[in-house]
């Protein structure tokens, strides 16, 4: 075991030996999905997401908050130092 | 929202946030386990499997106003979202008849567009109100 630095990215790790086959996996989705990067001025996509607020377990629907700003925020994960 | 669960965002809370700020976060923590809504924000990163730092201002209308995305070792800036908020609100409440230039913070002047604005935006505004 080796002791590994620690960033402000999360530590991942993934499948070892299958290199070649996930690559061509990888390749054939490349074809199919035509990323589409948002645009401003257009609608933000809605989603439904679980959470956690003051206490509560909750579940949060984009478009309830219609008619309020709203500031969406990503990121890399809890407990990243930045 | 980050790909960690609710349970994990509890943890987080509870434990240190509190200690950061008080009372906890006073915004819901949401989870996106898979980084399903974040493929759709263009913020999921597939080889790391976490999000990056995405940031969305979005109107009343449900209108995406602006964003902006950094990598995950560079914080943002919170004043600067805050200062973006508010000269999106007040666009939004001239209908479009102000316009804030560069480097517009509240109680700085606001550009009214129109016909007799074109070419005479140096009498009414200068460089250096972009950076003071």
């Known amino acids: 075991m080796a002791e590994q630095a620690v960033g402000c990215a999360r530590p991942t790790g993934g499948p070892v030996g299958e290199e070649t086959n996930s690559r061509q996996t990888q390749e054939q989705q490349n074809v199919k999905e035509e990323p589409t990067m948002i645009k401003v001025g257009k609608k933000a996509p809605d989603f439904t997401a679980p959470g956690y607020h003051k206490g509560e377990f909750i579940s949060v629907r984009l478009s309830d908050y219609l008619g309020k700003w709203v500031l969406l925020c990503f990121y890399p994960g809890d407990f990243t130092f930045v | ?132």
Request: proline share 6%; charged share 25%.
């Open chain 2, 1 to 132: 929202m980050s790909i960690d669960s609710q349970f994990v965002h509890k943890m987080w809370n509870d434990h240190e946030l509190t200690k950061m700020v008080e009372g906890g976060i006073p915004y819901p923590m949401l989870s996106d386990a898979g980084g399903k809504v974040g493929t759709v924000y263009g913020v999921y990163d597939e080889d790391a499997g976490v999000e990056t730092r995405g940031r969305f201002i979005i109107d009343p209308d449900g209108i995406i106003q602006g964003y902006e995305v950094l990598t995950p070792p560079v914080g943002r800036n919170v004043n600067e979202t805050i200062r973006q908020i508010q000269a999106f609100q007040l666009v939004r409440e001239s209908q479009g008849g102000e316009a804030t230039p560069s480097g517009w913070k509240p109680g700085k002047d606001t550009l009214k567009p129109g016909v007799n604005l074109v070419g005479k935006v140096w009498e009414v505004w200068q460089t250096r109100q972009a950076f003071d």
